[in-house]
């Protein structure tokens, strides 16, 4: 099993940036692609990047491709969302997910961060 916290989130203007962090236990962090997901009022939950377990292959929704960055250190369990040119539209709380497999969501989701992004 993998135990995920997430970190960073906040409130900016638009056309800011932030950087979300999540942290996973234990030290198979390698055994799992990394995803992000996020949920705004009213809405289902939607997926926004995603990151292979070397970090090498990553894949972005069309709503923030050219915007976000998805990375990932292994040695320090981590896994990164750097967000920039906000938009009210990303207003939403951001989880982080643990896949055994790229492509898939899987079973182990942190508690989430707010990101709110102002007019």
């Known amino acids: 099993q993998v135990q995920l916290a997430e970190s960073g989130g906040g409130s900016v203007q638009a056309g800011g940036s932030l950087r979300l962090s999540c942290t996973a236990s234990?030290?198979?962090?390698?055994?799992?692609?990394m995803g992000w997901f996020r949920q705004a009022p009213g809405k289902e939950r939607e997926f926004v990047a995603r990151?292979?377990?070397?970090?090498?292959?990553?894949t972005y929704s069309d709503s923030v491709k050219g915007r976000f960055t998805i990375s990932r250190d292994n040695a320090k369990n981590t896994v990164y969302l750097q967000m920039n040119s906000l938009k009210p539209e990303d207003t939403a709380v951001y989880t982080c997910?643990?896949?055994?497999?790229?492509?898939?969501?899987?079973?182990?989701w942190g508690q989430g961060t707010q990101v709110t992004v102002s007019s």
């Open positions: 234990g030290r198979t962090f390698t055994s799992y692609a």
């Open positions: 997910n643990a896949s055994p497999q790229f492509g898939i969501t899987g079973a182990y």
């Open positions: 990151i292979s377990k070397s970090g090498g292959i990553t």
